[in-house]
């Protein structure tokens, strides 16, 4: 089993920026990668950033290329998403997710941190 929890939302003016954070605990040597998703009120979850675990690997939807950055501390087991130049289209709820070696899909959820974008 692996827990995820998320921190750092927040409201924020159009143009500036936070920073997400999200631990991972448990069997976290089991991990391929984390992502991040997004739901904007009345949306379904978007995709917006993974990294992998252990290789030089991120993707990134293309809403946020240039201005979000996904990034990890191993040691920490925990993944940040710093997230610059921001806009009012951003505002949804953040949720980090892990994906397990061996499996397809993502299945350990944390429970999503706020981000509200000002205009």
Request: hydrophobic share 35%.
């Given at each position: 089993q692996v827990q995820v929890v998320e921190s750092g939302g927040g409201l924020v003016q159009a143009g500036g920026s936070l920073r997400l954070s999200c631990a991972a605990s448990g069997r976290t040597n089991s991990i391929?990668?984390?992502?991040?998703?997004?739901?904007?009120?009345?949306?379904?979850?978007?995709?917006?950033?993974?990294?992998?675990?252990?290789?030089?690997?991120?993707?990134?939807?293309?809403?946020?290329?240039?201005?979000?950055?996904?990034?990890?501390?191993?040691?920490?087991?925990?993944?940040?998403?710093?997230m610059n130049s921001l806009k009012p289209e951003d505002t949804a709820v953040y949720y980090c997710?892990?994906?397990i070696t061996g499996y397809d899909k993502y299945d350990y959820w944390g429970q999503g941190t706020h981000v509200t974008v000002s205009s």
């Open positions: 391929n990668r984390m992502g991040w998703f997004r739901q904007a009120p009345g949306k379904e979850r978007d995709f917006v950033a993974a990294i992998w675990r252990t290789e030089s690997r991120t993707d990134y939807a293309d809403s946020v290329k240039g201005r979000f950055t996904i990034s990890r501390d191993n040691p920490k087991n925990t993944v940040y998403l710093q997710a892990a994906l």
